[in-house]
């Protein structure tokens, strides 16, 4: 999570947690780094989840 953070420009880790558990969605500012630090493998669409199709 250290690593990420920095990555992201984050000042702490526990933010990262927080956006990958579920807790948190990241500002558009940080979701533009976090898309540009994974090289396109974390997206937006990835924060949301719809839910189940009946």
Do not use: N
């Amino acid at each position: 999570m250290a690593d990420a953070a920095k990555a992201f420009g984050l000042d702490h880790p526990r933010t990262v947690h927080r956006y990958a558990s579920g807790e948190r969605i990241p500002r558009p500012e940080v979701m533009r780094r976090i898309v540009h630090a994974t090289g396109g493998k974390v997206t937006p669409g990835d924060f949301y989840h719809a839910p189940a199709a009946d």
